[in-house]
């Protein structure tokens, strides 16, 4: 596609339910990275992917997080047994190239609410 | 570990005013800088970035920044500002190598406020 696309933008949840937010990338971007939007954090490093391998998910915050990649395309993040403080917005990113020295490009993200 | 301090969380300038936005990083390497703006509702855009060579680099909608090793600044600029260009800033320094490779550290970020 022409640009990363999100969905959906806005979730709103129940705590304790699961949530499974979507991300899709530029075609042929093989890098894919999650990142967490809240108030008073900035922008929280989650996950990357290179391909459907997740070489650095050393920011998913508890193992109620989860991610994963199919096809070198679509991802998908899963938060089981959602909570209040899991509220954010959930952008992701893609780049044709890993290193870093290369931007991204961002998707307009997912507004997740959970009451 | 990297990161980035962008000591401002928000500024105010009248429409037509100068404008620089700070950023300090602190990076072991050579590092791979980054500004991007991010409008209300929506993702965030590059606004430029810097790895190598001429360390004043020029990006879209008219801004640009200097990188300055002495001082690991990297502060973005911008000679007469629109009201379009409120929104919030967001400075970043990119990892390189091991498997940190391509993963972006970003600053708290600085709302800029324009005034008519």
């Known amino acids: 596609g022409a640009g990363v696309s999100q969905s959906p933008s806005n979730k709103v949840t129940e705590k304790g339910k699961d949530v499974e937010l979507r991300c899709d990338p530029i075609s042929g971007h093989t890098a894919l990275y999650w990142y967490r939007q809240s108030l008073g954090q900035g922008l929280e490093f989650l996950i990357y992917f290179q391909g459907n391998s997740a070489p650095d998910k050393s920011g998913l915050p508890s193992d109620r997080f989860s991610a994963e990649r199919t096809g070198g395309s679509v991802s998908t993040l899963t938060i089981q047994r959602t909570q209040q403080e899991d509220s954010a917005v959930y952008l992701c990113?893609?780049?044709?190239?890993?290193?870093?020295?290369?931007?991204?490009?961002f998707g307009s993200g997912t507004r997740l609410t959970v009451v | 570990a990297q990161s980035v301090t962008q000591p401002d969380i928000h500024i105010t300038v009248s429409e037509g005013a100068s404008l620089e936005l700070r950023c300090n990083y602190s990076?072991?390497?050579?590092?791979?800088l980054f500004w991007y703006v991010q409008s209300p509702g929506q993702g965030l855009q590059l606004l430029l970035k810097y790895f190598s060579g001429d360390t004043l680099v020029q990006g879209i909608k008219g801004f640009e920044a200097e990188f300055k090793r002495s001082q690991s600044s990297f502060n973005l600029r911008k000679p007469s500002v629109h009201w379009s260009d409120a929104a919030e800033y967001f400075c970043?320094?990119?990892?390189?190598?091991?498997?940190?490779?391509?993963?972006?550290?970003f600053g708290q970020g600085t709302i800029l406020t324009v005034h008519p």
């Open positions: 970043a320094v990119g990892a390189d190598g091991g498997t940190s490779y391509g993963k972006l550290t």
């Open positions: 990076y072991g390497a050579t590092p791979y």
């Open positions: 990113a893609s780049s044709a190239r890993t290193g870093g020295n290369h931007g991204y490009t």
